[in-house]
């Protein structure tokens, strides 16, 4: 069973552009939740879908969006780019159907700022 | 708002000991305490998770330690192996809501032959 897959694995950009990730989940899993990775703030929930639906939103600045399609892949997007976007994105799937639901995660998109 | 303390943030650790773990959390309503393990370019990858109606879950080497009462769980590894050396979260998430994870900053891990 392939796992989590993320395109792509590394991007550099330059301020106030703007980047789209990608995340392919496991067959199966409806759930698909964001992450940021940096070394000052640890890992913080950005925000999960289910089922093209955004239902778990973190408290990060509207320049940050996501979205789900039918066949569950998800996309995030992050406007006007800052110096401190620079980290390591991470996804991540679940059937999110359960009360209790196992997440796995993907490689990671390694988003540099420049 | 740390939501999730997690301590120490690295620890040294010599091949065949334990390695200790420790987690407090703020908000009474997290019902899902799982720990991740991360490699160096690799994503987290879930080792074990415990719930608060029990006070201890096993799973080979790893062991947590729950305790609802001080608001505090930790994660124990016994008999450590080098291949143990990684970046070790614990997290927390609210019923019904396990998608969304809070997750403490972090332990790297250390375990030397």
């Known amino acids: 069973k392939a796992g989590v897959t993320q395109t792509p694995r590394y991007l550099i950009k330059t301020r106030g552009q703007q980047v789209t990730l990608s995340c392919s989940p496991i067959?199966?899993?409806?759930?698909v939740s964001w992450y940021q990775q940096t070394p000052g703030q640890g890992l913080q929930f950005l925000f999960e879908?289910?089922?093209?639906?955004?239902?778990n939103k973190g408290n990060f600045p509207g320049r940050f969006s996501g979205r789900q399609f039918s066949n569950s892949r998800s996309e995030m997007n992050v406007s006007t780019l800052e110096l401190g976007d620079s980290a390591l994105y991470l996804c991540?799937?679940?059937?999110?159907?359960?009360?209790?639901?196992?997440?796995?995660f993907g490689p990671g998109t390694r988003l540099t700022v420049l | 708002q740390q939501q999730v303390k997690q301590s120490p943030q690295s620890l040294i650790v010599q091949k065949g000991g334990i390695s200790i773990i420790n987690c407090a959390y703020e908000?009474?309503?997290?019902?899902?305490f799982p720990w991740y393990q991360q490699f160096p370019g690799k994503g987290p990858a879930l080792l074990i998770a415990?719930?608060?109606?029990?006070s201890e879950k096993k799973e080979g080497r790893f062991t947590i330690s729950f305790n609802k009462s001080a608001k505090q769980f930790s994660l124990h590894i016994m008999d450590s192996q080098p291949g143990d050396s990684a970046t070790y979260f614990c997290?927390?998430?609210?019923?019904?809501?396990?998608?969304?994870?809070?997750f403490g900053t972090g332990t790297r891990l250390q375990v030397f032959p």
């Open positions: 991540a799937s679940s059937r999110g159907q359960t009360s209790y639901n196992e997440q796995f």
């Open positions: 067959s199966g899993h409806r759930s």
């Open positions: 879908y289910f089922s093209e639906t955004q239902r």
């Open positions: 908000n009474t309503a997290f019902d899902y």
């Open positions: 415990i719930r608060p109606d029990v």
């Open positions: 997290a927390a998430s609210r019923p019904g809501n396990t998608d969304k994870l809070i």
